[in-house]
């Protein structure tokens, strides 16, 4: 089919789901069929390479997990992550982003099978549709949600991979919010767990309780101490390093069945209306982590000072980049 129709087609689908509201009835309904047969289209594009087997040799989601792994391997004994007196070299950051991938699943974090019935572009639609804030809720029925209330610490920079090793979607919130907020958040994202920094444990723990008093069963906390064992805060709750130390070595990566599947949800700061959400897919935050690093003019390893929120649209996806440059 030609391209330009078909690319019409999609803008046309996306300007009518946005328009759709309860009372319409008919548009729902004729967009989730115009969704199924865009999908169709997807198909149809490979007949032009008829007699081609598609394989691993010449096709592979792509997604930021990939990052890690070729570091690990090809940087595997350069520095990634300075912080303090803690360092982490590209190996023991693999090493420990698969034991907590593998921990993540310890605790009932796992990826729901896909329905056949609900489409790629039809879940878009459900979760497109609800105004101002993301609606989306085939979504997470199949994918689930790991939260995030940190600054730019370690525990982050190996979330942002552990998460999707884990077949999971990151989450991670604005660290400037307060219990009511996070605890919206938390309700909207349907979270199962939330990795709280202890400077922060007393916003963390008061938006749980709020999830409770509205009979809410509220996501496991993980406490994240201080890198290098100096705080003293005790919890009753999970405690970060010793649940990644309860990950397998050997835990498979749970890797995304394809590159559209979600890889985070950022929310805006809600300075002026209710957050939005907006999610990110593997092959987007693959495609961004690179063009985020070429546009800085950055060359191999290199050395970035950490400014930008990790919580931000996830530090502009500069802890994949650098992990596909070999930088820290």
Known sequence: MNQLFKNSLTRFYYGLSRTNHPKHGKNVEWSRQLSQYLGDLEQESWKSMEGLVRCSANFVPLSPISFLERSAKVYRDRTSVVYGSVKYTWAETHGRCVKLASALTQLGISPGDVNEENGRLGSAVQYIRGGKILHYEIMSSMFE?????????PAMHELHFAVPMAGAVLCTLNTRHDSS?????LKHSEAKAIFVDYQLLEVAQGALNLLEDMKLKPPTLVLVLEADGSSSVTT???EYESLLATGCNEFVIRRPKTEWDPISINYTSGTTSMPKGVVYCHRGAYLNSIATVLLHGMGSMPVYLWTVPMFHCNGWCLIW???AFGGH
Do not use: C, D, E, F
């Not at 949600?145 to 610490?153: C, D, E, G, K, W």
């Not at 907020?181 to 958040?185: G, K």
């Open 321 to 323: 980049g650098l992990a």
């Open 181 to 185: 907020m996070v605890s919206v958040l």
């Open 236 to 238: 009753t709750s999970y």
């Open 145 to 153: 949600q790991v939260a995030t209330l940190a600054p730019n610490i």
